[in-house]
T-cell receptor
Protein backbone atom coordinates (compact mmCIF):
# COMPACT_ATOMS: atom_id res chain seq x y z
CA UNK A 1 0.00 0.00 0.00
CA UNK A 2 2.41 2.66 -1.17
CA UNK A 3 -0.27 5.26 -1.96
CA UNK A 4 1.31 8.52 -3.16
CA UNK A 5 5.10 8.66 -3.14
CA UNK A 6 7.00 11.92 -3.40
CA UNK A 7 10.72 12.33 -3.91
CA UNK A 8 12.91 13.90 -2.73
CA UNK A 9 11.75 14.72 0.82
CA UNK A 10 14.14 17.65 1.12
CA UNK A 11 15.93 19.77 -1.45
CA UNK A 12 18.02 22.92 -1.44
CA UNK A 13 18.42 24.80 -4.71
CA UNK A 14 20.30 27.87 -5.76
CA UNK A 15 18.39 30.64 -7.49
CA UNK A 16 18.14 29.90 -11.20
CA UNK A 17 18.62 26.15 -10.92
CA UNK A 18 16.05 23.75 -12.29
CA UNK A 19 14.72 20.58 -10.80
CA UNK A 20 11.87 18.10 -10.95
CA UNK A 21 9.80 16.99 -8.00
CA UNK A 22 8.59 13.46 -8.52
CA UNK A 23 5.15 12.09 -7.66
CA UNK A 24 3.91 8.56 -8.24
CA UNK A 25 0.73 6.79 -7.18
CA UNK A 26 -0.18 3.12 -7.39
CA UNK A 27 -3.95 3.38 -6.90
CA UNK A 28 -4.84 3.86 -10.57
CA UNK A 29 -6.24 7.30 -9.75
CA UNK A 30 -7.14 9.44 -12.72
CA UNK A 31 -6.80 12.75 -10.92
CA UNK A 32 -3.50 14.09 -9.64
CA UNK A 33 -2.52 17.52 -8.42
CA UNK A 34 0.27 19.59 -6.92
CA UNK A 35 -0.14 21.99 -4.01
CA UNK A 36 2.25 24.24 -2.22
CA UNK A 37 1.87 24.95 1.48
CA UNK A 38 3.05 28.20 2.98
CA UNK A 39 2.55 29.39 6.57
CA UNK A 40 -0.82 31.04 7.11
CA UNK A 41 -1.96 30.36 3.55
CA UNK A 42 -3.11 26.77 3.63
CA UNK A 43 -2.57 24.76 0.47
CA UNK A 44 -2.72 26.42 -2.92
CA UNK A 45 -3.26 24.48 -6.10
CA UNK A 46 -0.44 24.74 -8.65
CA UNK A 47 -1.43 22.34 -11.44
CA UNK A 48 -3.67 19.36 -11.80
CA UNK A 49 -4.39 16.53 -14.22
CA UNK A 50 -7.55 14.52 -14.82
CA UNK A 51 -5.79 11.82 -16.81
CA UNK A 52 -2.79 10.95 -18.93
CA UNK A 53 -2.08 13.67 -21.46
CA UNK A 54 -4.38 16.22 -19.76
CA UNK A 55 -3.16 18.98 -17.46
CA UNK A 56 -4.52 22.32 -16.32
CA UNK A 57 -3.49 25.28 -14.20
CA UNK A 58 -4.56 25.94 -10.64
CA UNK A 59 -4.32 29.08 -8.51
CA UNK A 60 -0.54 29.61 -8.63
CA UNK A 61 0.91 28.02 -11.80
CA UNK A 62 3.58 30.57 -12.69
CA UNK A 63 7.12 29.20 -12.56
CA UNK A 64 6.00 25.58 -12.67
CA UNK A 65 5.47 23.07 -15.47
CA UNK A 66 3.82 19.67 -15.42
CA UNK A 67 3.17 16.79 -17.75
CA UNK A 68 1.26 13.53 -17.41
CA UNK A 69 2.54 10.85 -19.72
CA UNK A 70 1.29 7.94 -17.58
CA UNK A 71 -1.52 7.45 -15.09
CA UNK A 72 0.97 6.75 -12.31
CA UNK A 73 3.34 9.73 -12.56
CA UNK A 74 2.87 13.48 -12.33
CA UNK A 75 6.20 15.33 -12.06
CA UNK A 76 6.44 19.03 -11.21
CA UNK A 77 9.22 21.01 -12.86
CA UNK A 78 10.77 24.22 -11.65
CA UNK A 79 12.52 25.71 -14.66
CA UNK A 80 14.40 28.52 -12.90
CA UNK A 81 14.03 28.40 -9.13
CA UNK A 82 13.36 31.59 -7.20
CA UNK A 83 13.39 32.22 -3.42
CA UNK A 84 9.60 32.77 -3.60
CA UNK A 85 9.28 29.09 -4.47
CA UNK A 86 10.62 28.08 -1.08
CA UNK A 87 7.75 26.01 0.27
CA UNK A 88 6.50 22.55 1.09
CA UNK A 89 5.05 20.80 -1.94
CA UNK A 90 2.37 18.16 -1.77
CA UNK A 91 1.17 15.83 -4.46
CA UNK A 92 -2.34 14.41 -4.19
CA UNK A 93 -4.44 11.93 -6.13
CA UNK A 94 -8.07 10.93 -6.31
CA UNK A 95 -10.43 8.75 -8.27
CA UNK A 96 -12.92 10.50 -10.49
CA UNK A 97 -14.61 7.50 -12.04
CA UNK A 98 -17.92 8.51 -10.52
CA UNK A 99 -18.18 12.27 -10.91
CA UNK A 100 -21.22 12.41 -8.64
CA UNK A 101 -19.23 11.20 -5.68
CA UNK A 102 -16.23 13.29 -4.78
CA UNK A 103 -13.53 11.34 -3.10
CA UNK A 104 -11.13 12.78 -0.64
CA UNK A 105 -7.61 13.16 -1.88
CA UNK A 106 -4.72 10.92 -0.90
CA UNK A 107 -1.67 13.04 -0.17
CA UNK A 108 2.01 12.31 -0.37
CA UNK A 109 4.24 13.15 2.60
CA UNK A 110 5.61 16.28 0.96
CA UNK A 111 8.83 17.76 -0.39
CA UNK A 112 10.41 20.61 1.54
CA UNK A 113 12.15 22.89 -0.93
CA UNK A 114 14.45 25.75 -0.03
CA UNK A 115 15.72 28.14 -2.70
CA UNK A 116 18.70 30.24 -1.66
CA UNK B 1 -14.30 30.48 -7.54
CA UNK B 2 -14.93 28.75 -4.28
CA UNK B 3 -13.13 29.82 -1.11
CA UNK B 4 -12.79 28.66 2.46
CA UNK B 5 -12.27 30.64 5.65
CA UNK B 6 -11.06 29.21 8.91
CA UNK B 7 -11.40 32.09 11.37
CA UNK B 8 -9.22 30.59 14.09
CA UNK B 9 -5.50 30.36 13.40
CA UNK B 10 -4.68 28.65 16.68
CA UNK B 11 -6.82 27.00 19.34
CA UNK B 12 -5.74 25.55 22.68
CA UNK B 13 -7.93 23.11 24.58
CA UNK B 14 -7.38 20.93 27.61
CA UNK B 15 -7.25 17.18 27.18
CA UNK B 16 -10.74 15.76 27.69
CA UNK B 17 -12.47 19.01 26.76
CA UNK B 18 -14.75 19.37 23.77
CA UNK B 19 -13.56 20.90 20.53
CA UNK B 20 -15.16 22.86 17.73
CA UNK B 21 -13.18 24.15 14.75
CA UNK B 22 -14.94 26.63 12.52
CA UNK B 23 -15.11 26.63 8.75
CA UNK B 24 -17.05 28.94 6.44
CA UNK B 25 -17.18 28.57 2.70
CA UNK B 26 -18.18 30.55 -0.32
CA UNK B 27 -19.45 28.68 -3.31
CA UNK B 28 -22.19 29.26 -5.86
CA UNK B 29 -23.54 25.73 -6.02
CA UNK B 30 -23.90 22.84 -3.62
CA UNK B 31 -20.44 22.33 -2.26
CA UNK B 32 -18.55 19.23 -1.45
CA UNK B 33 -16.80 19.76 1.88
CA UNK B 34 -13.91 18.06 3.57
CA UNK B 35 -11.84 18.16 6.72
CA UNK B 36 -8.20 17.06 6.72
CA UNK B 37 -5.69 16.71 9.52
CA UNK B 38 -1.95 17.22 9.22
CA UNK B 39 0.48 16.04 11.85
CA UNK B 40 3.90 17.75 11.96
CA UNK B 41 6.06 16.79 9.00
CA UNK B 42 3.33 14.70 7.45
CA UNK B 43 0.94 14.91 4.55
CA UNK B 44 -2.78 15.51 4.96
CA UNK B 45 -5.16 12.78 6.04
CA UNK B 46 -8.86 12.86 5.25
CA UNK B 47 -11.02 13.02 8.40
CA UNK B 48 -14.46 13.23 6.82
CA UNK B 49 -16.40 14.55 3.86
CA UNK B 50 -19.85 15.80 3.02
CA UNK B 51 -21.58 15.88 -0.34
CA UNK B 52 -25.27 15.19 0.25
CA UNK B 53 -27.78 13.66 2.63
CA UNK B 54 -27.52 13.80 6.39
CA UNK B 55 -25.97 17.10 7.39
CA UNK B 56 -24.14 15.54 10.34
CA UNK B 57 -21.26 13.40 9.12
CA UNK B 58 -19.06 11.10 11.11
CA UNK B 59 -15.38 10.70 10.44
CA UNK B 60 -12.37 8.88 11.71
CA UNK B 61 -10.75 9.37 15.12
CA UNK B 62 -14.08 10.30 16.72
CA UNK B 63 -14.58 13.52 14.75
CA UNK B 64 -17.87 14.73 13.31
CA UNK B 65 -18.90 17.77 11.30
CA UNK B 66 -22.19 19.50 10.66
CA UNK B 67 -23.12 21.15 7.38
CA UNK B 68 -25.32 24.24 7.79
CA UNK B 69 -26.34 25.65 4.46
CA UNK B 70 -28.00 28.75 5.97
CA UNK B 71 -24.72 29.71 7.66
CA UNK B 72 -22.38 28.45 4.91
CA UNK B 73 -20.55 26.55 7.60
CA UNK B 74 -19.04 23.12 8.09
CA UNK B 75 -17.70 23.05 11.64
CA UNK B 76 -15.66 20.16 12.97
CA UNK B 77 -16.36 18.80 16.44
CA UNK B 78 -15.06 16.25 18.89
CA UNK B 79 -16.64 15.63 22.30
CA UNK B 80 -13.40 14.80 24.14
CA UNK B 81 -9.98 15.75 22.83
CA UNK B 82 -6.96 13.50 23.24
CA UNK B 83 -3.34 14.68 23.34
CA UNK B 84 -2.76 12.87 20.03
CA UNK B 85 -5.26 15.20 18.34
CA UNK B 86 -2.72 18.03 18.44
CA UNK B 87 -2.17 18.85 14.77
CA UNK B 88 -3.21 21.29 12.09
CA UNK B 89 -6.69 20.99 10.64
CA UNK B 90 -7.75 22.09 7.19
CA UNK B 91 -11.22 22.60 5.81
CA UNK B 92 -11.60 22.27 2.03
CA UNK B 93 -14.30 22.76 -0.60
CA UNK B 94 -14.49 21.22 -4.06
CA UNK B 95 -16.82 21.50 -7.04
CA UNK B 96 -18.77 18.52 -8.35
CA UNK B 97 -15.95 17.37 -10.60
CA UNK B 98 -13.44 17.31 -7.75
CA UNK B 99 -10.87 19.09 -9.90
CA UNK B 100 -10.20 22.24 -7.97
CA UNK B 101 -10.21 21.66 -4.24
CA UNK B 102 -9.56 24.83 -2.25
CA UNK B 103 -8.23 24.77 1.27
CA UNK B 104 -8.59 27.09 4.20
CA UNK B 105 -5.48 28.49 5.86
CA UNK B 106 -5.71 25.92 8.63
CA UNK B 107 -6.26 25.88 12.39
CA UNK B 108 -3.48 24.69 14.63
CA UNK B 109 -4.73 22.75 17.64
CA UNK B 110 -2.71 22.56 20.84
CA UNK B 111 -3.84 20.16 23.57
CA UNK B 112 -2.91 20.98 27.17
CA UNK B 113 -2.40 18.11 29.60
Amino acid sequence: NAGVTQTPKFQVLKTGQSMTLQCAQDMNHEYMSWYRQDPGMGLRLIHYSVGAGITDQGEVPNGYNVSRSTTEDFPLRLLSAAPSQTSVYFCASSSVRDRTLPYGYTFGSGTRLTVV
Amino acid sequence: AQSVTQPDIHITVSEGASLELRCNYSYGATPYLFWYVQSPGQGLQLLLKYFSGDTLVQGIKGFEAEFKRSQSSFNLRKPSVHWSDAAEYFCAVAPYNNNDMRFGAGTRLTVKP
